[in-house]
């Protein structure tokens, strides 16, 4: 079965530092992965995607995020990261079989000043 | 201006009430969704809509009823409301059903029932 692993509920840096959030996904076939953002109090954002070709994407807000397919993965990252960034992210599968995303449960990021 | 509007932002309902959750979006989107985030599982989705049409639902209950009377618009029908059904509804939208498109989330309906 289709499913997308976010490992780590919770992650704490300090402002300044590199941040790389896992996911990793278990489908057969070519993925869209996709990466969202969820502030405090807010919706949820769009943050990148992956449909296909390079294997790193870029996205809005400095992130950005590399598919790994050797090991299905597909982890985020920013450098340095900003008191502003925190939030909850989420990652999501779309396998294309009923065009649903399968979300990951999210880690919550914290970055201190 | 906010492009997806759901109303209300926070709703308080005693057990076996009935409520309507509204959603209206001006992106012009072909296609919306109903999702569920609540504390203890990942974002749940319930039910898309493309053109009007319902195309997938992954709502176990009957209780959950969604409503497009025109394309911009998707509201959920809740009956028989239960504490269990508390969470964040979360209505969104894209420019077509899946594939690659890009999500387009509403600032969320919170959702509590007693």
Known sequence: ???????????????????????????????????????????????LKYITGDAVVKGTKG?????RKSNSSFNLKKSPAHWSDSAKYFCALETGSNYQLIWGSG??????? | DPKIIQKPKY???????????????????NAMYWYRQSAKKPLEFM????????????TASSRFQPQSS?????????????????ATYFCASSQDRGG???LYF?????????
């Open chain 1, 107 to 113: 880690t919550k990021l914290i970055i201190k000043p």
């Open chain 1, 1 to 47: 079965a289709q499913s997308v692993d976010q490992p780590d509920a919770h992650v704490t840096l300090y402002e300044g530092a590199s941040l790389e959030l896992r996911c990793s996904y278990s489908y057969s076939a070519a993925p869209y992965l996709f990466w969202y953002v969820q502030y405090p109090g807010q919706s949820l954002q769009f943050l």
């Open chain 1, 63 to 67: 992130f950005e995020a590399e598919f």
């Open chain 2, 106 to 114: 509403g600032a969320g309906t919170r959702l509590s029932v007693l």
């Open chain 2, 70 to 86: 025109k394309k911009n618009h998707l509201d959920l029908q809740i009956t028989a409301l239960k504490p269990d059904d508390s």
């Open chain 2, 100 to 102: 690659q498109n890009t």
């Open chain 2, 11 to 29: 709703l308080v309902a005693v057990t076996g009430s009935e409520k309507i959750l509204i959603c209206e979006q001006y992106l012009g989107h």
């Open chain 2, 47 to 58: 039910f898309s809509y493309s053109y009007q049409k319902l195309m997938d639902n992954q």
